[in-house]
């Protein structure tokens, strides 16, 4: 079985200072993952995927992700946010099935 | 291309009732999945269905079903509706074939439910 863990349920964050959002997931098969993000009264939006090949990889809107297979984990990072980047961030794995398996979310603030 | 959609945006029924959800994918998507999101149990999967067939199921009782039509569009329903099925439901679509990527879902705005 699957299971997604966002260690963060809520990230306060200064404008234009770093952000890393923490994920590690556990599964006994090789996985995908992806980070999504959702505004308020919306739907998600995919930010950025891990499917193979270069541990390191990078999304939309400047930020970014890399997977460590040892320490089973998939933190997204951004090096300067910004109040629009305001949200609440889920990360999920897939298996060989197609569906997706979330963690509980983490809120980032963006503060002035 | 268009986005994926889904009708009614807001809905609000009585307990008892049963309801019916509409998602229509994005161009060219053969594949639809159903999440349910609420503040105590997150995003939880429903069923996809992919060319028709139901194709993967979660763990949901049996009051919660769907179907796909020969255009992907799919609908949900939800029979004998309770409080706790007051929730946003999420289709996303995707075209389901790892060599193009598609390993991708695409999230529609959702609809929000709530049973009073």
């Known amino acids: 079985a699957q299971s997604v863990t966002q260690l963060d349920s809520q990230v306060p964050v200064f404008e234009e200072a770093p952000v890393e959002l923490r994920c590690n997931y556990s599964s006994s098969v090789s996985v995908y993952l992806f980070w999504y993000v959702q505004y308020p009264n919306q739907g998600l939006q995919l930010l950025l995927k891990y499917l193979s090949g270069s541990t390191l990889v990078k999304g939309i809107n400047g930020f970014e992700a890399e997977f460590n297979k040892s320490q089973t984990s998939f933190h997204l990072r951004k090096p300067s946010v910004h109040i629009s980047d305001t949200a609440e961030y889920f990360c999920a794995v897939k298996t060989g099935a197609n569906n997706l398996f979330f963690g509980t979310g983490t809120r980032l603030t963006v503060i002035p | 291309k268009a986005g994926v959609t889904q009708t009614p945006r807001y809905l609000i029924k009585t307990r008892g009732q049963q309801v019916t959800l509409s998602c229509s994918p994005i161009?060219?998507?053969?594949?639809v999945s159903w999440y349910q999101q609420t503040p105590g149990q997150g995003l939880q999967f429903l069923f996809e269905y992919f060319s028709e067939t139901q194709r993967n199921k979660g763990n949901f009782p049996g009051r919660f079903s769907g179907r796909q039509f020969s255009n992907s569009r799919s609908e949900m329903n939800v029979s004998t509706l309770e409080l706790g099925d007051s929730a946003l439901y999420l289709c996303a679509s995707s075209f389901s074939s790892l060599t193009s990527g598609g390993y991708e879902q695409y999230f529609g705005p959702g609809t929000r439910l709530t049973v009073t």
């Open positions: 161009s060219g998507h053969r594949s």
